[in-house]
């Protein structure tokens, strides 16, 4: 988020001078349902289990009426920290400004709508102080519509590689994390989603627990045709970002010279041709056989100037992370 964009948010809070363990961060944005409503619903067991923690509502412009209805509430006492910001920016964007904003060394992510029963919170906050450096839901048994859950069994199909065969609800959105873990994953546009798959890659512990799912949650959800190709469209560049980063020419450059021998088999078949009598004029095959030679090219051209640009950035961004360190210092 630039600096000039920061300078736009609008922020209302609640000091307390207690110290913030839990930042519950949540972000405004799609299909929201009563904030007052999910704010009693969940913090309910934090305050039960005696857990000092926030609730961050970050929302985008046009939702000023329900961040409006939590006013009452702040004003009388309760950890409530309200940002809106003047533009929309994605739902990365505004997970980023509302952990800048937040006090707690855990965050925990949290749908303006309701996935999990509230008393999974506290399963997930165990797990982050037990070790582990993400703990998302899994909404086990499921019990919505089978149309939800064949979009969901589609959607891991599509990245069970990505995330080892471990994960099976990245959709959830219900997530415990550990607040460097944010701070240190490549997170922007709609890779929100993906943050445990994001973590896995850098090397982060990820840990899957069952939760039940809440009864909200169980109507039947489809979305508009531009909505799925979005979906695809972020599978397909995350799928690249994990696997290709590094090593760019891998993917152009099989691309490209699967293309190129493909045309480069259709000249010659052409050429052949021609040699045998046959008239090169009006020859859609000959134009093909050019076309695909040419992308070929182009595609392993692509490879070779993302190579340079990883090679010239590889001295500034580490590609690995320590997990342990025990070491004695040399005098």
């Known amino acids: 988020m630039k600096t000039a964009e920061l300078e736009r948010i609008t922020i209302t809070s609640q000091e307390s001078a207690t110290e913030v363990v839990v930042s519950v961060i949540v972000p405004v944005r799609e299909r929201p349902e009563s904030l007052v409503e999910i704010y009693r619903e969940y913090a309910e067991p934090l305050r039960e289990a005696g857990r000092s923690y926030e609730f961050v509502f970050v929302a985008e412009p046009w939702y000023e009426k329900l961040t409006s209805e939590l006013e009452p509430l702040r004003e009388s006492g309760e950890p409530i920290s309200i940002l809106e910001l003047a533009q929309p920016v994605g739902e990365a964007a505004l997970l980023k400004v509302a952990a800048a904003h937040s006090k707690g060394s855990i965050l925990l992510t949290l749908p303006s709508y309701r996935r999990v029963q509230p008393s999974a919170l506290l399963a997930l906050i165990e797990k982050v102080e037990e070790g582990a450096d993400l703990a998302m839901a899994r909404r086990w048994p499921r019990r919505d519509s089978w149309i939800n859950r064949l979009q969901s069994r589609v959607f891991h199909a599509l990245i069970g590689k990505l995330g080892r065969g471990r994960l099976h609800d990245v959709a959830c959105g219900v997530r415990a994390m550990r607040r460097e873990l944010l701070d240190e994953i490549p997170l922007y546009g709609d890779f929100y989603r993906f943050i445990p798959l994001l973590a896995l890659r850098e090397g982060y512990s990820v840990v899957e627990v069952d939760s039940p799912q809440h009864s909200a949650d169980v109507g039947m959800r489809l979305y508009s045709p531009g909505v799925y190709l979005r979906r695809l469209l972020d599978v397909l560049g995350l799928f690249f970002l994990l696997r290709f980063t590094e090593k760019p020419l891998r993917f152009f450059g099989l691309m490209g010279s699967g ?60 590609s690995y992370r320590v997990a342990r360190r025990s070491i004695e210092d040399s005098e």
């Open 259 to 318: 293309l190129s021998v493909i045309g480069g088999a259709i000249l010659m078949v052409v050429l052949i041709q021609r040699f045998a009598g046959e008239s090169l004029a009006d020859r859609p095959l000959l134009l093909l056989g050019v076309l695909l030679v040419v992308l070929g090219v182009q595609a392993i051209a692509l490879g070779l100037i993302g190579e340079i640009i990883v090679h010239l950035h590889a001295t500034r961004r580490p």
